[in-house]
């Protein structure tokens, strides 16, 4: 069959041959539809992750939509993470207990791009972050994290939504998301954004330290990325001075039933129309052009391989 490959750390997939999955007990072959290019796929393939250098040759891809005995599912892999192969393929391997079976009428591809990056804008906002009824969220980047975290924040309820974002293309994603507030990442955040409640940060680095000035005594701040850096120029005294909370978010501390009720809660606002993120739809034969692409940032949305 035709998938993508790693044929070495730090290098991008070119396409190839690969045998058919042998599926082992608990495992199913799923047809691919659609596999997002994302983030952690190309952090996992540069082998300096914190889950180390993969085991190469492999298939790419964390995430995937497809269809089980015709029924259209969401099925999550360990691709760069640990030995196996992922998404990026005619079929691939997924553990049944990881399947999540659709509603009808969801569109393959939109629930791709949306997949573990909405997982994580919705967990890290309801679940880590706590986020309750008529709350301030400022939320950092325009991405597929943050037009997603605009609109579930929204969903969850939340009073005001405050977004930011480096471009403006990025701003004009979050407009589009329905952000009441849209502003430049060097804007003063405490006048725009003053006593927020719950800041999600998939961008770290300086953007946060001048979003986190905003935040109410006992605000939540949770960084679910690094985006804009590795480390952030915060202040102890910020941090003690308000009594923040400052936590990390990874959806790889989701139980796969945690997960699935995610999934499920995003494929059923994907199908009611309420939730959705910018995507590009790239054939597999050009899933280097696609890594290029995704590398430099300049993808127009989430790219979406399909066979
Ligand atoms: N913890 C988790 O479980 C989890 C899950 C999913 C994603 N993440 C992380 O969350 C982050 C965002 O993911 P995503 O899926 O939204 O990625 P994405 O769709 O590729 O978007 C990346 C966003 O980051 C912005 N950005 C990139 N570099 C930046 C910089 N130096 N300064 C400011 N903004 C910058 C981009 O802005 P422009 O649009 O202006 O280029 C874009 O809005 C990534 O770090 C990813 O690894 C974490």
Redesign the pocket.
Known sequence: MRAALIVRPGQPPSLADRDEPAPSSGEVVVDVLAAPL???DL?CATGTSYFGVPTTPYVPGVQGVGTVDGRAVWFPTTAGMAPGDGSMATRALARQEDLVFLPDGVDPVAMAALG??AV?AHTALTWRGELAAGETVIVL??????QAAIQLARLAGAGRVVAA???E??RERARRAGADVVVA?DADFAEVAAGADLLLD??FGA?AAAAAQALRPGGRWVN?????GETCPVSSSLLRSRSLRLSG???NELTAQQRAEAITTIARHAVEGSLAVDHEVMPFADVAGAWARQAS?SANG?IVLVP
Not at 141 to 146: E, L, N
């Open positions: 994302t983030p952690l952090l573990l990056s994580a980047g325009a991405g597929a994290v943050g974002a480096r471009s293309a990025g990442l998939p961008l953007p679910l990325g690094g985006s804009a978010y990874t959806n940032g989430r």
